[in-house]
């Protein structure tokens, strides 16, 4: 209908343009709302307008400063909880991905392949199902309530996660191990010193996803920690918040504590995220 | 190797065999013994017995959940208990804070390592009987809580034991104030008005304030089944199914039709939202009166001042006669846990928590309101006009107790379907049907 290409293009992309739009501000709306409101001044719980009328750091400094609160409501205590087990399990669960992946991937034994075929099937097994038999068997070491209790969870199965990363190991030439090897290294020595600096994508990949995962994760660290507040992770602490107990006096701290959570993880992904693409893409190659 | 992480791995699975609620035995016999221990001499009032109770009960550990605001009283109250007893051996007595919303959770996902004393809702009662995690209260104390408390809060811990089919009182009573009620802005609202249905929405609807009332959630939408006459009364004898008290059906429909010719009329005006909301609203400024509950009075006298009014459901006009708002009301209760290892000392001070002198103290310092007769009748009380309103509202009130899991659903879907656009408020045949449908599917027989 419309001759003119210039025309044409100029409606598609007005057209392109304003669904992007569109979508854009449904999704960016929840993260506009939870910033704005975490500067809110006034009222209680919600309020019938978008934009605050009051703006204010209060927030913020009661939920660090914990002033003027129940002394069970302990954000900076959680706040040091997470961030230990994310380091923990973040250090323990990478070396374990990557030593898994790349015996996988280099070293030739008996049952190598079933292993990771057992390995891959597990994987298929929604986590929660094991939660309570987890919860017993840590209770039985005498480890519930602990922090040490997450750190095993969370990083001692990693060595399962290892096909993405075995995935970028096989697109690393064996000729290097080969002249390695001719040149007196080990194994060992062949892990940390070729393979490992060769495969900083994938590292990245792994520091992430390992380091997110105790910030977010909340069945688990619900079960394992039941009543005792002071070794809360920041996701059962917020939730806490919300309760009926607390959701009058803490709803605005909640929404502050909400973007709180946000920040290491922010921090951590923008100072490795040109390896995160990288990283992802790599190991999809060669699976 | 092999060997031994077979036997390690092996051991652990029977190691968690034997955990959890299921241990059933103990849980009546722990009781027993404390029973027994009582003997001729146990006639327990005041919150005080004879230290022979404690038995062979010494470097006692026990941990008591409170909700946050009474952790510190309690811890209080622990002292003086302590000093109660010079001759007794307390190691420790730890008070943890835990929301009573989810004491019942907590407590049957691992028993052994939950509280010895805690403080639950009724509406938890089922399921930590269901779950065998509560030792009932000692026979020495049975007579004491029966008399000191009010009448509504002993009954509706008295569960029938499944084996016996004797009556056995499970918990202490400790508040009889677990309900909502009507805050209104005085300004917005006068005492006379707050006292119909009609006259609190005209009210807001003049000065364009808005009237809050969760109609989505089956906690607050009862009151409209329940004022219509279909009020829940435990459950049949299959103890599953749940039975409702005999009701004139045309009287429950043109009920019904009242409540949504007024919710059709005062459309903007009557809001259906979460309870949360109302001291927001009130600080906002849009907000007339609300139907909130006794948790969220500290926030709604805070944010009105001298402007607080607080009284019991209003009335609504059916047919030309006013009819009192029946509401759902729970208690809450101090148990103890069927698991604790000193269940003497355990069974003494849940019942020293509950004495009269302790509810005195929530009452004065967090404004519970006490299920103790006496504390009840005391200035204190009678002057508090949140207390005042939660005790005229839970004479016109059902217990939640005794409700199956079915019940909020349908009773949500029954406020929703009844503020819904399209819904005619004249329209009789279509009432009915949703009457009769609420009730099934309640009671499960879809």
């Given amino acids: 209908m419309i001759k003119s290409y210039k025309a044409r293009r100029i409606i598609s992309n007005t057209l392109i343009y304003i669904i992007l739009a569109i979508m854009c501000l449904i999704w960016v709306s929840p993260f506009a709302y939870l910033l704005l409101h975490s500067f809110r001044g006034e009222g209680y719980v919600t309020v019938n307008y978008l934009i605050p009328h009051e703006f204010t750091f209060k927030n913020y400094i009661d939920l660090f400063l914990g002033t003027g609160g129940d002394a069970s409501i302990n954000f900076p205590r959680w706040f040091l909880n997470t961030l230990v087990v994310a380091i923990f399990s973040c250090v323990i669960s990478t070396i374990s991905v990557l030593a898994v992946s790349y015996s996988l991937s280099r070293l030739r034994f008996g049952a190598r392949k079933k292993l990771m075929n057992v390995g891959m099937i597990l994987g298929m097994f929604p986590g929660f199902m094991t939660m309570i038999a987890m919860y017993y068997l840590l209770d039985a070491m005498h480890l519930t309530r602990t922090l040490v209790a997450l750190v095993i969870c969370y990083s001692c199965g990693a060595g399962l996660g290892f096909q993405i990363s075995k995935g970028f190991f096989d697109t690393i030439p064996r000729a290097l191990d080969e002249a390695a090897t001719i040149d007196g290294a080990n194994k060992n020595q062949i892990f940390w010193k070729i393979i490992l600096p060769m495969s900083k994508p994938i590292v990245v990949y792994t520091v992430l996803t390992s380091f997110i995962g105790p910030w977010c994760d909340f069945i688990l660290a619900k079960i394992i920690m039941g009543d005792d507040r002071a070794n809360y992770t920041v996701a059962i602490g917020l939730q806490a918040m919300t309760t009926n107990e607390f959701i009058q006096a803490y709803y605005k701290q909640y929404l502050a504590g909400s973007v709180c959570v946000a920040v290491p993880i922010t921090i951590l992904f923008l100072r490795m995220q040109k390896y995160y693409v990288e990283g992802v893409t790599a190991g999809g190659v060669k699976g | 190797m092999k060997k031994v992480l077979a036997i390690l791995l092996a051991g652990m699975m029977t190691a968690t065999a034997f955990a959890g609620c299921g241990g059933s035995g103990d849980a009546s016999s722990s009781g027993g013994s404390s029973n027994a221990s009582g003997g001729s001499s146990a006639k327990a009032s005041g919150g005080k017995v004879d230290e022979a109770m404690f038995g062979d009960e010494t470097d006692i550990t026990l941990k008591v959940w409170a909700p946050d605001k009474g952790v510190s009283l309690a811890k209080q109250h622990i002292e003086e208990f302590k000093k109660m007893y010079p001759n007794i051996k307390f190691k420790k007595i730890d008070v943890v804070a835990q929301g009573e919303g989810e004491a019942a959770t907590q407590l049957v996902n691992d028993p052994n390592k939950a509280a010895d004393v805690f403080s639950f809702p009724s509406d938890q009662l089922n399921k930590l009987d269901a779950a065998k995690c509560l030792s009932p209260v000692s026979k020495a104390f049975i007579e004491d809580v029966t008399a000191t408390n009010a009448e509504s809060t002993v009954k509706a811990a008295t569960l029938k034991d499944s084996k016996s089919k004797e009556d056995v009182l499970y918990a202490y009573p400790e508040t009889n104030d677990n309900g909502y009620y009507l805050v209104y802005d005085k300004k917005v609202v006068s005492d006379d008005n707050a006292k119909t249905l009609e006259g609190i929405l005209k009210a807001c609807k003049d000065a364009k304030k808005e009237f809050v009332m969760?109609?989505?959630?089956?906690?607050?939408?009862?009151?409209?089944?329940?004022?219509?006459?279909?009020?829940?009364?435990?459950?049949?004898?299959?103890?599953?199914?749940?039975?409702?008290?005999?009701?004139?059906?045309?009287?429950?429909?043109?009920?019904?039709?009242?409540?949504?010719?007024?919710?059709?009329?005062?459309?903007?005006?009557?809001?259906?939202?979460?309870?949360?909301?109302?001291?927001?609203?009130?600080?906002?400024?849009?907000?007339?009166?609300?139907?909130?509950?006794?948790?969220?009075?500290?926030?709604?006298?805070?944010?009105?001042?001298?402007?607080?009014?607080?009284?019991?459901?209003?009335?609504i006009n059916v047919n030309g006669k006013d009819k009192q708002l029946i509401s759902m009301f729970g208690y809450k209760y101090l148990g103890v846990n069927a698991k604790t290892k000193?269940?003497?000392?355990?069974?003494?001070?849940?019942?020293?928590?509950?004495?009269?002198?302790?509810?005195?103290?929530?009452?004065?310092?967090?404004?519970?309101?006490?299920?103790?007769?006496?504390?009840?009748?005391?200035?204190?009380?009678?002057?508090?006009?949140?207390?005042?309103?939660?005790?005229?509202?839970?004479?016109?009130?059902?217990?939640?107790?005794?409700?199956?899991?079915?019940?909020?659903?349908?009773?949500?879907?029954?406020?929703?379907?009844?503020m819904k656009d399209g819904w005619k408020p004249d329209d009789k045949a279509a009432t009915k049907k949703l009457l009769e449908t609420t009730i099934s599917d309640v009671r499960d027989e879809g």
């Fill in chain 2, 214 to 315: 969760d109609c989505g959630n089956g906690f607050y939408s009862c009151t409209f089944a329940f004022t219509a006459g279909a009020v829940i009364d435990g459950f049949e004898e299959d103890n599953e199914t749940q039975k409702f008290k005999e009701y004139d059906e045309d009287e429950a429909v043109d009920t019904l039709m009242a409540f949504a010719k007024l919710m059709k009329e005062y459309k903007g005006t009557w809001k259906s939202q979460d309870p949360a909301q109302i001291a927001s609203g009130f600080k906002n400024g849009t907000l007339g009166a609300g139907v909130d509950g006794s948790w969220n009075s500290v926030a709604d006298k805070e944010t009105l001042g001298n402007d607080f009014g607080a009284t019991k459901l209003p009335t």
């Fill in chain 2, 342 to 418: 000193f269940p003497r000392t355990a069974h003494i001070l849940a019942y020293y928590l509950a004495s009269e002198k302790c509810q005195q103290d929530r009452a004065e310092k967090l404004g519970w309101g006490p299920s103790n007769t006496k504390v009840s009748e005391t200035e204190f009380v009678k002057n508090d006009v949140t207390l005042q309103a939660i005790a005229a509202q839970s004479q016109n009130a059902v217990a939640q107790v005794n409700i199956q899991g079915t019940f909020w659903q349908a009773m949500g879907t029954l406020g929703n379907e009844m």
